[in-house]
Nanobody, 124 residues
Framework: QMQLVESGGGLVQAGGSLRLSCAAS????????MGWFRQAPGKEREFVAA????????YDANSVKGRFTISRDNVQNTVYLQMNSLKPEDTAVYYC?????????????????WGQGTQVTVSS
């Protein structure tokens, strides 16, 4: 089993930045693709970004391209999401997740392990 714990969420003004962290335990993230999803009130959970286990390829949702960057530190067993130029529509609970698969990282069903989420609120 893998446990994932997100941190770094909070309240920020539009245009600001936040860096989310996802600390893993129980298993090493080096064997997994890691992803970030978010869910706003009344909306379905949506894909934000993912990175292959090798770290050589990343995937970003169109809504965050050029603003968000996913990265990983396999030694620290931690995944990050750097969020810049935040907008009010980025307000959501952000979840990190681990996938043992090699494709379709934008599909939540491809992930076996999930964190409890961290709230990000962007004020206008």
């Amino acid at each position: 089993q893998m446990q994932l714990v997100e941190s770094g969420g909070g309240l920020v003004q539009a245009g600001g930045s936040l860096r989310l962290s996802c600390a893993a335990s129980g298993r090493t993230i080096s064997a997994y693709a890691m992803g970030w999803f978010r869910q706003a009130p009344g909306k379905e959970r949506e894909f934000v970004a993912a990175m292959r286990w090798s770290g050589d390829t990343t995937y970003d949702a169109n809504s965050v391209k050029g603003r968000f960057t996913i990265s990983r530190d396999n030694v620290q067993n931690t995944v990050y999401l750097q969020m810049n130029s935040l907008k009010p529509e980025d307000t959501a609970v952000y979840y990190c997740a681990a996938s043992p698969y090699y494709s379709h990282y934008d599909v939540s069903g491809r992930y076996d392990y999930w964190g409890q989420g961290t709230q990000v609120t962007v004020s206008s």
